[in-house]
């Protein structure tokens, strides 16, 4: 594995926790299907939340949040609509968010709720 991969998973399990922390109900990670893949998909009372997970270690290249450009976000938005068929959920609220995930010293943790939209 790659150190990229290395640190993203590291960034989608700090995540993770952190959603969990914050009383969200982790639902699947990690999802694919053939359209693409979506990093967590949890429940945080009403909404099913579909969590796509960015992890930097700087930002000399920029934020975490501006690598979810509009082609990733329509992605994203076309996987959670095959998930949700495929499980039947039907009458939920839906949300977006990303969460950039710094690993410094510290780690820091920007969660952007309602992030994007259908």
Known sequence: MNR???????????AKNYLLNKGYKILKTNYRNKIGEIDIIAEDGKYIVFVEVKTRT???FGYA???VNYPKQKRIMKVSLAFLK????????VRYDIIEVYLQEETKIN????????
């Open 86 to 93: 495929q499980e039947g959920i039907n009458n939920r609220q």
């Open 111 to 118: 969660h952007i709720e309602n992030a994007f939209c259908l």
């Open 58 to 60: 700087n930002t000399a």
């Open 65 to 67: 949040f501006e690598a």
């Open 4 to 14: 990229n991969k290395i640190k993203g998973k590291i960034g989608e399990e700090k």
